[in-house]
């Protein structure tokens, strides 16, 4: 099966990140703080959202940041996805 965002809507899969502490521990992209980064998998066309036009500036690759609290989870063949409004991400990772 195939997901294909609508709108201004955007799939996204959650990127496991691993970060050191000062004291050397490795910590895991689930026992730290969210916001969190996550790889874009499918854009939607955007186009006339709510009265207002809307413009895809996120690319099916890219590394993007989101809040912990935003969007929908999503179960597709054994794979976590999240579908968001691209007014929900934060930034783009370079």
Do not use: C
């Not at 590394?63 to 912990?68: A, D, F, P």
């Not at 579908?83 to 991400?89: A, E, P, W």
């Amino acid at each position: 099966m195939k997901l294909t965002p609508l709108a201004d809507r955007v799939i996204l899969k959650m990127v496991e990140t691993e970060e050191t502490t000062k004291g050397g521990i490795i910590l895991t992209g689930s026992a730290k703080e969210k916001p969190s980064v996550a790889e874009v998998i499918s854009v939607g066309p955007g186009g006339n959202v709510d009265g207002k036009d809307v413009v895809m500036t996120v690319k099916v690759g890219d590394k993007v940041i989101t809040s912990q609290y935003s969007g929908s989870k999503v179960s597709l063949d054994d794979e976590e996805y999240v579908v968001v409004r691209q007014s929900d991400i934060l930034a783009i990772v370079e």
